[in-house]
C-alpha cells in the first residue's frame, strides 16, 4: 500500500499561500489550478479503485450511498468517511500539501474532519445550494474540494457566489438530493445570478469557507462521470467542544436512519 501523500511536496511549493490566503478571506474561495500533478492524481485514481474493489465490503452501509442499490457500479454516488477506513486517504487529508494548506487558510491548526468521493455519474442530479456550516455546526473548519478529472457545465462543475461567506449562516431546509440532505431556504436577493462557474481540470483545488453558498450542477453527459473528492477541516480546538461533537453525532445518526427509512443505505 502507498502512503505517498505524505512525502508529497507541501503547499508552500504549489501555490502562493499570502495571495490565495486573501482570496479566501475576500471571497470566501480560492481555486489552485494545477495544484496537484497528472502523476499524483493518477495516483489518487488507482487508489479510489482499490478502495472500491477492496475497501468497501467492510465500510458500514451508511458511508456508502448509491442511487440505487441494486446496479452499485453504475450508480455510487458517494463514499464517506474514507480516511477513517484506509491509509492512503488518511495520508492525503494529512500530507502538507493538503492539511499544511488548510492551517494556513484557517490561520489556526487544523485536523481533517473527513474525506468523500463525490462521483456524480452520468445523468446525476444537481447538488442543492447549501452552506457547509449548516452540517458543521460551526464555522471554524473549510471545504477542499478536489477535481479528479476535467469538469465543465456538462458534467456537473460547482459554483461559487463570491462574498456570500460574509451573510454568515442562512436557514436551510431538507433537500430531497441523496447525500446532501440540506438545500438553502432562501438565496439573498442581491445575490442571485452572482454565482461563479469552477470549470476545473483535473489536479485543481478549490477551498471555501463554510458559509460559502454554493452548489455543483447535474451531470447532463452521457458518458463522463464527474469525480471529485471533497476534504473538509476543523480547527482542532472543535475538538474540544464536547457538545459540538455531541450535536454532530446526534444529525449524522438522524441522517443514516432516514436514508435507511427510504432505502438508500
Ligand atoms: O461535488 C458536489 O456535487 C458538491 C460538493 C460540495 O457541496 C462540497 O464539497 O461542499
Known amino acids: 500500500m502507498s502512503l505517498a501523500p505524505l512525502a508529497w511536496s507541501s503547499y508552500v511549493e504549489r501555490l502562493n499561500v499570502q495571495t490565495a490566503k486573501a482570496q479566501f478571506d475576500d471571497a470566501g474561495y480560492v481555486r489552485a489550478d494545477a495544484y496537484f500533478s497528472a502523476e499524483e492524481i493518477a495516483t489518487v485514481r488507482d487508489e479510489l479503485e482499490r478502495y472500491k474493489r477492496e475497501v468497501i465490503q467492510r465500510v458500514p452501509q451508511k458511508f456508502v450511498f448509491y442511487e440505487d442499490k441494486s446496479r452499485p457500479t453504475e450508480t455510487l454516488i458517494r463514499l464517506e468517511r474514507m480516511m477513517t477506513f484506509d491509509e492512503f486517504f488518511s495520508s492525503l487529508s494529512k500530507s502538507p500539501a493538503i492539511n499544511g494548506l488548510a492551517d494556513k487558510l484557517l490561520g489556526t ?148 436512519e432516514q436514508l435507511q427509512r427510504d432505502g438508500k443505505i
Open 109 to 256: 491548526e487544523c485536523e481533517p474532519n473527513n474525506v468523500q468521493y463525490f462521483s456524480k455519474p452520468p445523468g446525476a442530479k444537481p447538488t442543492p445550494y447549501h452552506q457547509d456550516g449548516q452540517y458543521f455546526m460551526h464555522d471554524k473548519g473549510l471545504t477542499f474540494w478536489l477535481a479528479l478529472d476535467d469538469v465543465d457545465e456538462v458534467n456537473g462543475c460547482m459554483y461559487y457566489v463570491p462574498g456570500s461567506h460574509k451573510y454568515g449562516l442562512l436557514p436551510h431546509h431538507k433537500s430531497n438530493a441523496l447525500g446532501f440532505s440540506q438545500a438553502l431556504t432562501k438565496f439573498p436577493s442581491e445575490l442571485l445570478n452572482t454565482d461563479v462557474c469552477m470549470r476545473a481540470t483535473a489536479g485543481t483545488l478549490l477551498a471555501h469557507h463554510p458559509h460559502t453558498i454554493h452548489n455543483a450542477g447535474g451531470n447532463r453527459d452521457s458518458t463522463r462521470w464527474r469525480p471529485a473528492l471533497g476534504l473538509t477541516f476543523w480547527a482542532k480546538k472543535c475538538g474540544d467542544d464536547v457538545e459540538l461533537q455531541a450535536r454532530h453525532e446526534e444529525y449524522q445518526e438522524m441522517l443514516a
